[in-house]
Structures are given as structure tokens and as C-alpha cells.
């Protein structure tokens, strides 16, 4: 899968799960920038690991900053 | 009915297991799989780690903190520490995704407080634990149960007068208060709580539960009472009901449950995040008590919830409002299991002015949270600790069989809640009618304390993110939380005053920094920034900021900046009234302008 599946299936996740409306870009901060407490970020990580059936590392989880740390993570987990 | 009378602490209940082969924890993953493990089972496991404690040295009465997610690991941690006379202390396992640093100050801040010797977690959990653990050195250090000594246990006796749990009523790194509870307080308030759901010949209550293990609603309102009656129990994660709420009621529904509690914002997530489709096969008509507590009740929500799945078969009589906190080791009254939820409304103006509680058809609503439990008394006091009058708002103290010991190691911080065998709550509230057939109804808190789904939280982490924000006046923010009328759940406001010397720029950015810098800080939306000139936010005599004084102030649109005292001012208000030049007299800055 490629990074842009990757991104375009993250974004929906986001329009869908957190009504986020707004362009949905790498750089963009999760917590700064689509302005996701810790309810959202909560429902962010599950509905991403439904959707590309991975479990994510909470190890990693805390370096998470932007949407573009997530795709990489998502790769890396789907071995791609 | 299982009626066992005898047992003292939560090691008595272990003890008593029989095996029955038709009760016990049943853990669902998210893809609705369920794995069910005995209550011998959970004894078993617990005695394990028992053993394994006590060859790495863990002694009677040693604190032994607790970091998992829900799962049988869990079980078999807090009650092989049991058993072995240590007292669990359950933490928060990491939120998902970010604010891993404030997690780890957090969490080290936690370790140092409970003086913990050792942790206990989950493999996942542990791997990123290290710098808490190290900031807070643990005697024992951190371990999995995989890494503990493979030994036979010797359970220790204990008394019921023994610690059974530290529980933290508020995560904070500023000001944490371990609620420590012993194993009488939590024995009786367990027996309390099954008098409320009595087995029958014919029916055996079950209890679905997604609340976190390290809540006293989770632990304490659904783990104690399902293994004091060795019942069944059905848990999912916190976080798995958090992102597909309609999996708490679909699994309600599939294991015929008859009880299971949540705090006030599971059931709006409900309404809001639950599709139709989701609901296909569901009946909801087994759920007899839908306990709701934990944090303010909003009629708006309680009504909502019927209107959305009463037609899955939830019945309105099974909504039951109630009160309690981590102090009482949980509940202090509940409202009539099964009678329908009343809400009265009282005059707006009374209540805020006078503190009276008059019914009036068009004032505010509140639901009422009922009566004591058996053996809770509830008394409405002043300031000073003298009886309210009936039918005023007076400040909720309680007294009963399961009230903590004390916050943890903070013996002033305890004489300050604790009196005579009563707890000064914090939270005001009056009865009604004022008779003896009064019901509790509560009008909001004395106390310092946000609470946000479920949650309690210091407001000085939520102030502190302001600091050194461009154009703030570093140390002059209040945050409060409230629930508005009409509103589903308590809304943030952070009151902020600004420097002197601030430019126009940083005052048109400060509220967007000041929601930024919280959301990072804490993790909380901010849901209004009020930006105010200096000296505008109430403070004591001795320069602290008053939190209750400012919400009342702003909710009376009254948050306004001391006024210079010029000649002018002062001829108009010596022109008003005699008393409102008296009281102008008597307003320096900074005191709250009164009228």
C-alpha cells in the first residue's frame, strides 16, 4: 500500500470517526492542528487499527506527533 | 440468594470461591470475542503472583503499583498483591497516541506519592514506563508478571482495618490525593451495593462493565460486588467502548445483563456515536439498572437516551441517577432502582442569590440523585460546618461505613475533609421536598475540581499550560467547569488576565494559544477562553485566586475588571444608595466587586 492510500484512508477515518472537515496533510500536527483531546486520539488509534488491521505499539504511539509519524507507523505495521 | 455473612476484607471474598462453573470474568476483544476465566481461576493466578511477590520481597503492607489494561493480568495482580498484605495502587495505563512526556511525569509523580516498592505491568505498558520508573526508583523496580519468582505463596492474614487500595481520585502531578481505602470501608460498601441487585432462585443479576479497573466505578461498583456473589461479570477496554460505543450495549444485550453503571458522558456518546445498523438484534430489556454517576447528570441526556433506544427495548425505569466518590470508596445515595428518574426545576434566582430551593415551573432542572444508601447519612452545612436550615444549599458532608481512611500519607490535607466521622464533600446541594421523604439534589461544587467525562482533573495543570504564553500575565488563570442548563455534559472555561504590557497581536492570539497549549498540556478542549484585563479575577486577601467566586461571577456575567475610584465614580455611587457607596467603599482591586 502506498503512502497516499495510506494518508486518503487515515483522512477518512478522520472525516468519518472525528467529523474532522478540513485538509488533512502529512506535516499537520494531530493535537495542534486537527485539535484532538484525548477522547479523539483514543478513537483516532482504534479506528486506524480497524481499518488497516494492525495494532499499533503503544512504544511507539508516544512519538506520534503529526499525521505523517501515523502513516509511517501504519506502514511499518503492514510491512509494506 | 447467596448470603455469605463473615467476610471482612477482600481476601475473605478470594477465599470463599467455590468454583461455581457458570460465573466469572468474561473479557471481550474488539472484535466481539469473548474469553471467560473462572473466579478460581482469578484465585489461582492471584496466588501465583502472591508467591512470586513474596520471594522478591515484597512485605505486608508495602504499596505495589498497578499499570495495566483490562485483562485477566490485571486480576491476577491486584489480588495476588492482596494476598500477600501489600496494597494495590491501580495507575492509569498511557493514553493512545502522544503526550507521552506528561504521561511519564504523571505517573513518576504518582510512583513517589504512594511510595510504591514496586511496579507490576503490562509487557507493552512496561516498555515505555522506564523513565517513570526511574525518576521515581521503586525499590523493586518495574516488572511484568512473567518476570516475578515462580514460588508457592503463603496469603497473609490481614485485618479489616488493613489498606486494601490507594485510589487517585484526580490524576495530577500538582496536587495528587490518593484516596486510601481499607479493606472494612471496601467490604462494606460492597455489601451495600448488592443489597441493591439480590439473587433469586430465578435470577442471577450479571454485569457489563467497559470502566476503567483503575476507577472506582469499575473496580469497586462492578469487580468487588460480582465476586463477593462469585457473579458474571463482562468487561471491555475503556478504549474499545470509548471508539465503538454501541459494543457496551451490544454486549448488555447478547449476556442478558441486568446491571451496568457509566458516568453521565458514556450516555450522550451513546446517542451521538451509535448507528442504527449497529443495534441490529440488540434488546436492551434485560438492563434493569443503568446506574449513572460519577460526574454531574444532565436531564437532556437521561431523555436522549430513552428516546434513542427505547425502541431496542431499553426501559426508562432502568436509568437510576446516583451519587458518590472515590472518598466514600463510591456510592452515597442512589435514586429508587426502578422508578423512573425525576427531575424537578427551581427558581434560578433563589438558588444562585439566596441558596433556596424553590419549585417553579420554568427554573432549572436538576436531577435528583436520591436518598442515602443503608447506613450513609448526608447533612447540609454552611461554611463553618453548622446544619443548613431545610430546603437550603448547603455543602454535602456524609458519614458512613465506607469513607476513606484518609488521603494517603497527608494527614492535613485530611483533617481538612475529614471531621468527626464526617466527610465535607465539597459539593453543595440541598433536599427536596425539605422533609424526611427529601431527595438530594445537587447544585454544583465548593470544590476545586474540573470534571470532564467522568474525570476529575486539578485546575492548576489546566492553568499552568498558560504559563509564558505571549501577552499572559504568567500565574493569573482560573479554570473551571460547569454544567450549563440544557447543556449534555460540564463545559471548560479558562479565565485568563492579561500583562500590561501585552501588543494588540498577542492579545487577538492569546485565546487560540491558551486552547493549544491545554490541549498539549493536558489533553483537555478548552471550551471558552475568556481573555480579561488584570486584577479582574477574584482572589483572598492573600492574593489567591478564588475558582468558585470567578465561575459564579462570569455565570452572572459579572466578571468584570476592578474600576479605578475617581471623583466621578464616586459621586455617582454615593448618588445610587447609601448601601451601594458603602459597599464601594469597601471594593479595593482585586476584591470582588459585590451588587
Known amino acids: 500500500m502506498s503512502d497516499e492510500a495510506i494518508l486518503s484512508g487515515i483522512a477518512e477515518v478522520a472525516r468519518r470517526h472525528l467529523d474532522w472537515q478540513g485538509p488533512f496533510t502529512p506535516e499537520m500536527r494531530l493535537v495542534e492542528d486537527l485539535r484532538l483531546d484525548s477522547v479523539r486520539l483514543l478513537t483516532l488509534a482504534i479506528e486506524v487499527e480497524n481499518r488497516f488491521r494492525v495494532l499499533l505499539d503503544e512504544a511507539d504511539e508516544g512519538r506520534i506527533e503529526t499525521i505523517g509519524d501515523l502513516v509511517g507507523i501504519v506502514r511499518r505495521k503492514l510491512g509494506v | 440468594m447467596s448470603e455469605q455473612p463473615g467476610a471482612q476484607t477482600l481476601n475473605d471474598y478470594l477465599e470463599r470461591i467455590t468454583g461455581r462453573p457458570d460465573a466469572g470474568l468474561r473479557f471481550l476483544d474488539r472484535g466481539e470475542k469473548a474469553h471467560q476465566v473462572g473466579w478460581a481461576e482469578v484465585r489461582d493466578r492471584a496466588r501465583a503472583v502472591c508467591g512470586g511477590l513474596q520471594e522478591l520481597g515484597v512485605q505486608p503492607g508495602d504499596r505495589v503499583a498497578l499499570v495495566f489494561p483490562t485483562g485477566l493480568d490485571f486480576f491476577a495482580a491486584f489480588f495476588g498483591t492482596l494476598l500477600a498484605g501489600a496494597v494495590p495502587a491501580p495507575l492509569y495505563p498511557p493514553v493512545r497516541l502522544g503526550r507521552l512526556d506528561e504521561y511519564l511525569r504523571r505517573t513518576a509523580r504518582m510512583l513517589e506519592v504512594t511510595k510504591a516498592v514496586l ?96 476507577h472506582d466505578m469499575g473496580l469497586i461498583g462492578c469487580v468487588f460486588p460480582a465476586l463477593s456473589r462469585e457473579a458474571e461479570l463482562t468487561l471491555l477496554g475503556p478504549e474499545l467502548f470509548v471508539a465503538r460505543p454501541a459494543l457496551w450495549l451490544r454486549a448488555i444485550s447478547r ?35 443503568a446506574l449513572n454517576g460519577a460526574e454531574p447528570v444532565a436531564p437532556s441526556v437521561l431523555r436522549a437516551f430513552v428516546d434513542r433506544f427505547a425502541r431496542w427495548g431499553f426501559r426508562p425505569e432502568a436509568l437510576t441517577p446516583v451519587y458518590g466518590l472515590s472518598e466514600a470508596a463510591l456510592a452515597v445515595t442512589f435514586s429508587d432502582i426502578g422508578a423512573r428518574f425525576r427531575c424537578r426545576r427551581f427558581d434560578r434566582d433563589a438558588l444562585s442569590r439566596s441558596g433556596a430551593a424553590r419549585e417553579v415551573a420554568d427554573g432549572r432542572e436538576i436531577v435528583s440523585v436520591g436518598r442515602p444508601v443503608p447506613g450513609f447519612r448526608v447533612s447540609l452545612r454552611d461554611e463553618d460546618g453548622r446544619e443548613m436550615p431545610s430546603g437550603r444549599i448547603g455543602r454535602v458532608w456524609i458519614q458512613g461505613p465506607s469513607l476513606m481512611d484518609g488521603y494517603l500519607d497527608d494527614p492535613a490535607t485530611t483533617a481538612r475533609a475529614l471531621r468527626d466521622g464526617w466527610l465535607d464533600t465539597g459539593d453543595l446541594g440541598f433536599f427536596h421536598p425539605p422533609d424526611e421523604t427529601g431527595e438530594l439534589f ?81 489533553g483537555l ?37 476592578p474600576q479605578p475610584v475617581t471623583p466621578l465614580r464616586m459621586a455617582k455611587a454615593m448618588a445610587r444608595s447609601g448601601i451601594a457607596y458603602a459597599r464601594f467603599r469597601w471594593s479595593r482591586p482585586g476584591e470582588t466587586p459585590s451588587g
Open chain 2, 119 to 214: 511496579v507490576l505491568a503490562d509487557i507493552r505498558v512496561k516498555r515505555i514506563l522506564g523513565e517513570s520508573v526511574a525518576l521515581a526508583r521503586p525499590r523493586l523496580g518495574c516488572r511484568t508478571l512473567d518476570e516475578l519468582p515462580r514460588e508457592d505463596g503463603r496469603p497473609v492474614a490481614v485485618a479489616p482495618s488493613d489498606l486494601a487500595l490507594i485510589q487517585f481520585s484526580s490524576g495530577t502531578t500538582v496536587d495528587p490525593k490518593p484516596v486510601a481505602l481499607s479493606h472494612r470501608a471496601i467490604v462494606a460498601q460492597t455489601e451495600i451495593l448488592n443489597g441493591f441487585w439480590q439473587d433469586t432462585e430465578t435470577l442471577r443479576h450479571s454485569c457489563v462493565s467497559w470502566l476503567p479497573l483503575y
Open chain 2, 255 to 289: 449476556y442478558r445483563a441486568t446491571i451496568s453503571p457509566a458516568p453521565n458522558f458514556a450516555y450522550g456518546l451513546c446517542v451521538h456515536r451509535i448507528a442504527d445498523a449497529e443495534m441490529e438484534g440488540v434488546d436492551l430489556s434485560c438492563w434493569q439498572t
Open chain 2, 442 to 522: 445537587l447544585a454544583g461544587r465548593a470544590k476545586d475540581v474540573v470534571i470532564l467525562r467522568g474525570r476529575n482533573h486539578a485546575p492548576d495543570e489546566i492553568e499552568r499550560a498558560a504559563d509564558g504564553l505571549p501577552g499572559f500575565r504568567t500565574g493569573c488563570a482560573i479554570a473551571a467547569s460547569w454544567l450549563p442548563e440544557g447543556a449534555e455534559g460540564e463545559l471548560l472555561a479558562l479565565f485568563v488576565e492579561v500583562s500590561r504590557t501585552a501588543s494588540d497581536a498577542e492579545l487577538a492570539a492569546l485565546p487560540e494559544r491558551c486552547r493549544e497549549a491545554v490541549l498539549t498540556a493536558t
Open chain 2, 525 to 561: 478542549a478548552v471550551d471558552r477562553v475568556e481573555v480579561l484585563a488584570p486584577g479582574t479575577l477574584p482572589r483572598t486577601s492573600s492574593g489567591k485566586l478564588r475558582r468558585q467566586e470567578a465561575l459564579r461571577l462570569y455565570l452572572a456575567g459579572a466578571l468584570t475588571p
